[in-house]
């Protein structure tokens, strides 16, 4: 089934939007939210103090984005959150059940030759876009945050519709959803 993408509105600031997307493939429990700069631009405009003096360098706007959001969305309790981004979007995946990890890339992100066949030298029975291949590997890399593997040795199979990986006779579960050109990729462990 395809992402279904609807605007959620903050209860803190009614003008401010952020677009959550659903995916029948992940838990209930785990919510996605993306954040672009537009949403960061019109935000900008309402409250500058919020965002700081450093919004103009585009690498700490990647960061004031997500920070930006977590702050207006209250998240600063919830159990396990993972963020990532992209020039023009973060993505900020959280749950109270579940560990996550999320990683977003542009789909026509261009990776080196060298590093193509190194992520598919265990995946060769996978039949995926390099750009998807690596964002799983990044998400699966953060919601179980392995310390003693580098994650482009990490082998996925197919299973019910997901990705899987599995990690010390657990199962880190990996979705891919395409969204606005860009290729996203949500894990998860309970």
């Known amino acids: 089934m395809l992402a279904v993408l609807k605007n959620i509105l903050s209860q803190k600031n009614k003008l401010t939007k ?3 997307i659903t995916d029948s493939k992940i838990p209930n ?9 537009e949403e960061i631009d019109y935000s900008e405009k309402l409250s500058k103090k919020n965002l700081g003096r450093f919004y103009k360098n585009s690498e700490r706007k990647k960061y004031l984005r997500s920070r930006y959001a977590i702050k207006i969305l209250n998240l600063k309790d919830i159990n396990y959150l993972s963020i990532s981004h992209t020039q023009e979007t973060s993505a ?23 590093l193509i066949r190194k992520i598919k030298k265990n995946n060769t029975n996978l039949a995926l876009k390099p750009i998807i291949l690596w964002t799983m590997m990044e998400s699966s890399y953060k919601a179980r945050n392995s310390n003693n ?42």
């Open 18 to 20: 952020f677009l959550e």
């Open 29 to 37: 429990d785990i919510r996605i939210i993306l954040v672009s700069n």
């Open 92 to 114: 900020i995946v959280f749950s109270d059940q579940y560990k996550v990890g999320v990683d977003i890339e542009n789909i026509n992100r261009k990776l080196s030759p060298r």
């Open 149 to 190: 593997e580098h994650f482009t040795d990490y082998k996925f199979t197919k299973k019910n519709n997901l990705f899987c990986r599995e990690y010390l006779s657990k199962e880190i579960m990996t979705a891919n959803i395409e969204v606005k050109n860009m290729s996203m990729s949500i894990s998860f462990l309970k």
